[in-house]
């Protein structure tokens, strides 16, 4: 790789890729940003459609790229579309891919680990240089998945009982992330990030505020009750079974840890649950 290294930045119309795409092309870097469904408008970033799940767009958008953001949303078959993904890479000469995973992929403990971890597996034996980072939940998910939750409830309705989680806001990943591209010393490692503390659910829930200005509260629920809720809003067996079979994993207490690694990376400490609540505080204006 030599010069200004070219970056295919996957997901760059959500919450992470486009942050990402954009602190790239801000540092003057060549970018493509790479949309499915929702088309970017990027300044200094190129848009290029990809269809991961069928392949649609993705050797013209790996073509001439040195380095690849792999960020699929939630899809069926993730791992598939992912691999897809990899092989392409590899194919067209892509040197280095930073992929987007999940806290204990590395364990496979739990069904979104095991979508993580073979796309992981697949990246270290391709012989391209890699970095794969694991984030804890999103502090965004209060806000996204249980938004219509919280606007109608004022509460979070999870199996988790009084399992303590490190959140990690989606800024710090995504700060991350553009770090590690830019950073060849970052390279060959796969780092766990966290927020800078655990919290339980019913802690982290009482940060926030409701489309009315109160605390929201966390009703803990058995896995049987969430089942039969999700169903009953529409989301499918699966997706439920993904649900509870995360919070059972946080039950185990193996997401309480935190990490330096984001401080490590981006030079500051991460952000609080606190703070990401205060920010967030105007969400339902």
């Not at 970052?186 to 605390?215: F, I, K, M, N, W």
Request: with cysteine; aromatic share 8%.
């Amino acid at each position: 790789m030599s010069g200004k290294p070219k970056t295919l930045v996957m997901g760059a119309s959500g919450l992470i890729g486009r942050p990402v795409a954009q602190a790239l092309a801000d540092a003057g870097l060549p970018v493509r940003a790479g949309y499915r469904s929702r088309p970017v408008d990027i300044a200094g970033a190129d848009p290029v459609m990809i269809d991961a799940r069928t392949g649609a767009g993705l050797r013209e958008a790996v073509e001439g790229m040195d380095q690849l953001f792999l960020l699929i949303g939630d899809i069926p078959d993730q791992t598939e579309a992912e691999l897809r993904v990899v092989d392409a890479a590899r194919t067209a000469g892509v040197a280095h891919i930073v992929k987007l995973s999940t806290w204990g992929a590395d364990t496979e403990a739990f069904s979104i680990a095991r979508v993580h971890r073979p796309v992981e597996r697949a990246i270290e034996q391709s012989g391209m240089s890699w970095t794969l980072l694991r984030p804890n939940c999103f502090m965004q998910n209060f806000y996204t998945y249980y938004r219509d939750m919280i606007a109608y409830t004022g509460t979070v309705r999870l199996p988790c009982d009084d399992a303590i989680v490190s959140f990690i806001d989606a800024r710090d990943i995504a700060a991350v992330a553009a770090r590690v591209l830019v950073d060849t010393s970052l390279r060959g490692r796969a780092y766990d990030l966290s927020g800078p503390e655990g919290l339980t659910y019913d802690q982290a829930a009482a940060l926030l505020v409701t489309p009315h200005g109160l605390p929201v509260r966390y009703v803990n629920i058995t896995d049987e009750e969430c089942r039969a809720e999700m169903i009953a809003a529409g989301l499918t067996p699966a997706y439920a079974e993904d649900i509870i079979g995360l919070c059972r994993y946080y039950r185990t207490g193996a997401a309480s840890g935190v990490t330096s690694a984001v401080e490590d990376i981006i030079g500051r400490p991460a952000v609080s649950f606190s703070r990401f609540a205060a920010d967030h505080a105007t969400t339902w204006q």
